[in-house]
């Protein structure tokens, strides 16, 4: 089987991240809906904003690091050569905008 390789390291890549993914929102879900949190909230607009622009802007922190995460595998694994090109590939990847520059031996194309 030619792609044995790239779905164990992926799926399991996968488990991994999304496990971290929910771990994190918990996290946040729990600070969000914390008494304190939800009485600052109800008595200020402007803390209100600032609490969910936090919450926004550690959701694409969260992002980032899962994109860094799925390049350190590329990397370590040898499918890019570079870590600059394997998180290119993997940013361009969780923006949806993909990126044709960088392509992937074959018996790594499935991981992705």
Do not use: C, N, P
């Amino acid at each position: 089987m030619i792609w044995a390789e790239d779905w164990v390291w992926g799926a399991l890549a996968s488990v991994t991240l999304i496990f971290f993914h929910v771990a994190a929102l918990f996290v946040m879900s729990i600070v969000i809906f914390h008494d304190k949190i939800v009485k600052m909230r109800a008595r200020s607009l402007f803390v209100s904003i600032l609490i969910f622009s936090l919450l926004g802007t550690a959701a694409v922190l969260l992002h980032a690091l899962e994109a860094a995460g799925w390049a350190a595998l590329y990397w370590r694994l040898g499918a890019a050569d570079e870590y600059a090109d394997a998180l290119l590939h993997s940013l361009g990847a969780y923006s949806t905008m993909g990126d044709t520059t960088i392509t992937f031996e074959k018996k790594w194309r499935l991981m992705l």
